[in-house]
């Protein structure tokens, strides 16, 4: 990572989605991802690992309004942290 690019802060907040359509709208718009992106795992680790601005820090509040959501938010969050261990431009902290 170079040193001379600003770090953004991103905060990835699922409180408010109550199906899968509104957390990729949450991503989409902190991210800053084109519309055009997909909505789907594979599509997400393609923007994380060349779409979106790097460096990032990259905050997610995992909770949702609806609990069966919750395993996709799972699946998403794995993704955000294969994408940090393997590129290392950016940092995921989670909470609940």
Not at 56 to 68: E, R, S
Not at 70 to 82: G, K, L, P, R, W
Request: charged share 25%; with cysteine; hydrophobic share 40%.
């Amino acid at each position: 990572m170079s040193e001379n690019l600003t770090v953004k802060e991103r905060f990835l907040d699922f409180s408010e989605c109550s199906y899968i359509g509104e957390v990729y709208a949450v991503i989409k718009k902190e991210l800053e991802l084109p519309e055009w992106c997909g909505e789907n795992l594979d599509a997400l680790w393609d923007a994380v690992t060349g779409m979106m601005y790097t460096p990032a820090n990259i905050t997610i509040k995992t909770a949702t309004k609806k609990t069966a959501l919750q395993q996709s938010v799972n699946d998403i969050v794995t993704v955000f942290h294969e994408a940090e261990e393997e590129y290392h431009e950016i940092t995921v902290v989670v909470r609940e």
